[in-house]
């Protein structure tokens, strides 16, 4: 939950012009992001323009009719000026000249002005509607695209909700052992630990640069929970099926047994209309469980 919040502050920094958002939501990503710790030192030990960045210069507002509206620089220049002297076939379609490629580029500017005012000219004014997020239908879709994910955990067991203490995965339905448990419950610990020794070492102590080697700290997770068969497993399970059958065939020289109603039943340790071989539990398709 805590890393779907960052996410959900990462989507408001730029649309919000919020440089306190764009701090604490870098903050927030270093114990998960090892290269996050580099740029929240950029952003806080960042001296030149930093008076023009804590007031908001570093997004583009291009309309004051509704706030919440802020691009990033380079979006604003793609939506202005290039798109005003764009072509058909790019720089490709003007010519292999270097000289020429550069006096067009040069001369980009001032054909985005001419044709900016051409539309003034001609009384042809940007959009200045209401943002598409706040349409009827938009809301309505976003609204139906939430209750498609509300309803079947309504239905079958919401996993925040649940007083279980077992780690469940919601994808294979394994159950966390005790080493993986711990390890997913204190990632987030560990990872701020991790966070503030590096950069105490790095821009501290400077004991060691940004070119060290960030060492992983390994921590294990539901993939670690399903271990692959070896080979000498592999061997022990046709050992055992090879002496199953010749039991059988021993069993049915002495009683009376029909071989084949034998076989219309599991004979292994698992039942697999339930569990695969490796006793990993069958999940059924999303597709039958969402109807």
Avoid at 96 to 116: E, K, T
Avoid at 245 to 252: D, E, G, H, P
Wanted: charged share 25%; net charge positive.
């Amino acid at each position: 939950m805590e890393l779907l919040s960052i996410d959900g502050r990462k989507l408001a920094i730029i649309p919000s012009n919020n440089t306190d958002i764009r701090l604490a939501t870098s903050s927030g990503c270093c114990p998960s992001h090892d290269s996050m710790v580099l740029c929240v030192r950029q952003n806080k030990l960042l001296k030149v323009g930093i008076k023009e960045c804590m007031e908001g210069q570093w997004t583009v507002q291009r309309q004051a009719q509704h706030s919440f509206a802020s691009i990033a620089c380079d979006q604003a220049i793609e939506q202005t000026v290039n798109r005003d002297t764009k072509s058909t076939r790019g720089l490709r379609g003007i010519s292999l000249n270097r000289g020429a490629v550069r006096r067009w580029l040069l001369a980009q500017p001032d054909r985005a002005a001419i044709s900016q005012k051409c539309q003034e000219m001609a009384s042809i004014s940007s959009n200045t509607r209401m943002p598409k997020t706040l349409d009827k239908t938009r809301k309505e879709a976003d609204e139906q695209s939430v209750q498609n994910i509300l309803s079947p955990i309504d239905s079958m067991i919401n996993p925040f909700t649940h007083d279980s203490e077992e780690l469940v995965s919601l994808s294979s339905g394994l159950v966390a052992s005790t080493d993986v448990k711990s390890d997913l419950l204190k990632a987030e610990n560990r990872g701020e630990e991790a966070a503030v020794s590096y950069m105490k070492e790095c821009v501290i102590d400077k004991d060691k640069t940004i070119f060290d080697t960030l060492k992983g700290m390994k921590l294990k997770n539901f993939g670690d929970v399903q271990k692959r068969p070896s080979k000498s497993s592999k061997l022990n399970l046709l050992k055992h099926d090879k002496n199953m059958f010749s039991r059988l065939l021993v069993a049915i020289k002495s009683r009376n047994i029909n071989l084949q109603e034998v076989l219309k039943f599991s004979l292994g340790s698992i039942s697999y209309s339930l569990a695969s071989a490796d006793g990993s539990l069958a999940k059924t398709d999303k597709a039958v469980l969402l109807k």
